[in-house]
């Protein structure tokens, strides 16, 4: 098994504006801003699949999206892995 560990944040399918106010005239507006946030992630998988990587873990929790897309890559997502378990994982991998 190829194994990549990572500490990322992997729910950016939902749109997390803190302190801002977005003003749009239609839901229109508000569904491409959401699309936009879809494909900032699926960006990201593409990039964490490049890897070439089978299992996937991960410190943070991972969401739905990026779950589904590991899936159709053939790639086993494993989230919230505790912190030592990880440098364990690391050292041992090498």
């Known amino acids: ?7 990322t944040s992997m729910d950016t399918d939902k749109i997390k504006i803190y302190g801002s106010r977005v ?3 239609s839901m229109n ?12 992630m ?3 998988c593409e ?3 490049a890897h070439g990587a089978n299992v996937f873990i991960n410190r943070q929790l991972i ?6 897309i590991f899936a159709q890559a053939g790639i086993m997502a494993i989230e919230h ?7 364990r994982l690391a050292a041992v991998l090498g």
Do not use: H, Q, T
């Open 42 to 44: 699926r960006k990201k």
């Open 63 to 68: 969401y739905n999206l990026p779950e589904s």
């Open 81 to 87: 892995a505790d912190f030592d378990g990880v440098e």
């Open 29 to 40: 507006k508000v569904a491409e801003i959401e699309e936009a946030e879809k494909d900032k």
């Open 47 to 49: 990039k964490i699949i």
């Open 1 to 7: 098994a190829k194994i990549l560990i990572a500490n």
């Open 23 to 25: 003003k749009v005239d």
